[in-house]
């Protein structure tokens, strides 16, 4: 057979032995697996972790592409959606013409709902090029199940820009293509993240965390002076507060509520605190649209009924997101019969308050069911419509960037931790919105997800039971993953928007005590090692859930998460972060030169901060030392909880030369004391 390959070209030969075989399977008894050995030499290479599926949760589909026919793909348990894609996008410069599909039957048959491969060549429509039914056991498969000893493709599938396995969750064991293929381009390299430590210290915060609770106008300054530990605050705001009537908004007060928006915005624009305006959950008009069964304030943001695919079906919420940004962005030059306000609101436009505003919250909520979830690819349509009126073909009055070109448009954090999600979003804006400078015409500005450290580390069907220190979960892992798809496509900075730690001891979210340290000093610790974690990893900003605990008398996730204690107070946690940020703020990470005890390097200007840390939850402590060179002396900040600052510790060096012991709790190091 070898010396048949070899004096005939590859395709000649593949169809050659195919004849070959089929009359051995008549005369001899040829084997399955022999006709499937035969194709081996054009096996087009995938990758197994590339393949992203549009359904939540989900385990994937990577062990159709492992090697291992036996073992056929779970999907995963309590998913949104029956019936769902996985998508397989090609990288720039990479191709691939498909000529034959070996499908391997294992257990189980799908007739009725058997599962289907398209390709999609550049933006134009699927092409259905295999279908699988399951008909046969232990025996490889073509792409037609009416002659499934057929390997090769009616006519051979090249262009590919993208392709689709559609399944009711039944999978053959194993799926390969053939043909010929060419590798992608070299991915770009992520870049240093340039960004100040000033950046991870913002928190989840309402309105009334701010404002006095008998006059809804005027700022609290109990309330003001714990909001000004942190650098930035993720603003809840309900949909309901601007726009309590369909069609008419208010802002200051607000029909629902009376609260004063600009009163806050004001004071947080001349504190020098970011806001990201996060707006959420639907008004009771919308609501109303769904059947009484169904009727959830955080279902899908569109009227029941409507297409989740269509962007025209959220043109409520981006008029909305329209009026917002008209008030609050830095645009005066709007037709001034575009705005729709409440005649207890003093007409403003341009304030230049808030500079970013985020698209709903946590749209891939599967435990809610379908009428709360959006695929990634229903989201980008859902954006598209909040971001310019979906290229402006929605009408006047539509779209935040059609009110402020300059407003920054965050997605919604997700729950999940993949990037199947956001993946979903690219490839529906590639078909949707085509190219712009050079790469994909993306609806939104700032990527996001969240992430909560813990023992069950997101794994299926583990039970979660206790937070744990953030270098011991996937945190890292997740952020690169985030971070390098970011870079790959060419998408712009990742945010994380929620995490933290519970102080309660019967919360599967807690904080534990170590050592002679309270679960407040363990929150303090594990949270300000986060911050760091996403400085390291090249996370651009991130924001803790959240400024008060939710209801500190309960025991569940997220009740006592708060930074701050009930008399406003500052938490051993505001603490750190507020010292941290006094000192190094302004300081930027460069490199990790150990990994244990973790030791990062920072600068600011040509000014060098060294951070130690020790990646552990069980009191351990470990020496380094440290080169600072030409200093003669070392000043050693440790966080102090009750203080205002840090407790500052002076060393003399030994040739540039010093020995620090490291904590759990970080300290930092510089050759210069601090003015």
Known sequence: MKQISSCVNKAQAKHFMLTLCMVMICLNGCSQNDLHNFHAPGKIPIDAGRWYVLNSPSSGVKQLFDNNQYQRPTAGDGMALQNFDAYYTLLPGEDMTIDSIEMFDWEGTNEEHPMTIYAIRDNGPRLLIAKFTGARYNAWNGPDPKTPDVFAVKIPIGHIRSLVINSWGDFPGEIEFYGKYTPP??????????????????????????????????????????????????????WEKLEEKEGVYSFAPTTSGGWNYDTVYKWCW?????????????????????????????????????????????????????????????????????????PSNQFRLGLGTVGYIECDNERDKW?????????????????????????????????????????????????????????????????????RDGGVDIPWDITNYHFYSNDADYTPNKKQTTGIAPE????????????????????GPVWVTEAGYDVNQQSPQRAIPIKGKTALQTQADWTLRTSLLYARAGIQKVFYYELMDDNPKLGSMFSTAGLVNADRSPRPVADYMRQVNKHFGQYAYKATISNDPIVDKYSRGDTIMYMLVVPDQKGRTATYTLDLGNATTAYIYSPKAGSIDMELTQRNTSNGKVEIMATETPVFVTSSLLK
């Open 185 to 238: 381009q070299k991915l770009p390299q992520v870049t240093d993240n340039d960004c100040p430590l000033k950046n991870f210290f913002g928190i989840n915060a309402f309105e009334w965390d701010f404002l006095n609770e008998a006059n809804h106008n005027e700022l609290d300054p109990v309330k003001i002076a714990a909001i000004g530990n942190f650098t930035a605050v993720r603003h809840y705001m309900d």
């Open 270 to 342: 001349d504190h020098n605190i970011t806001v990201l305006a996060c707006l959420k959950t639907l008004p009771t008009w919308i609501v109303a649209t769904y059947p009484k069964d169904e009727q959830d304030n955080e279902n899908i943001p569109m009227r029941a009924g409507k297409d989740p695919a269509d962007p025209q079906s959220y043109i409520e919420q981006a008029r909305a997101g329209f009026q917002y940004a008209a008030r609050y962005g830095n645009n005066k030059n709007i037709d001034p019969k575009l705005i729709k306000l409440d």
């Open 367 to 435: 435990w809610k069911g379908r009428k709360a979830y959006q695929t990634g690819r229903e989201y980008a349509a859902n954006l598209s419509a909040f971001y310019d009126g979906n290229h402006n073909t929605m009408g006047p009055g539509v779209g935040v960037k059609n009110a402020d070109p300059t407003m920054k448009v965050v997605m919604a954090g997700t729950a999940g931790i993949t990037t199947d999600f956001v993946r979903g979003m690219i490839d529906w804006s590639r078909e949707f919105r085509g190219y």
């Open 472 to 491: 011991l979960s996937k945190a890292a892992a997740v952020a690169h993953n985030f971070v390098q798809m970011a870079h790959t496509y060419g998408i």
